[in-house]
């Protein structure tokens, strides 16, 4: 099944909250905003591998 066909959830969160993942166990924090940008800090077992979205895709774009 893909991500297209799973309905998103929408949080609002500010600095210092937290989004918890229960399995397997992964904490994202919004440590700050500043003007449209987030930053995140993101706590996750080692053999998960945590990517962005446009070097995901341009990874893909660059396979033959």
């Known amino acids: ?8 959830l929408v949080l609002n969160r500010r600095p210092g909250q937290k989004i918890i993942l229960e399995r397997p166990h992964i904490e994202i924090t919004v440590e700050s905003i500043v003007g449209k940008t987030a930053r995140l800090v993101i706590k996750a077992p080692k053999h998960i591998r945590i990517l962005r ?3 995901v895709r341009r990874t893909q774009a660059a396979k033959p």
Do not use: A, T
Not at 1 to 8: F, I, L, N, T, W
């Open 1 to 8: 099944r893909g991500m297209e066909s799973v309905m998103p």
């Open 53 to 55: 979205d446009e070097l």
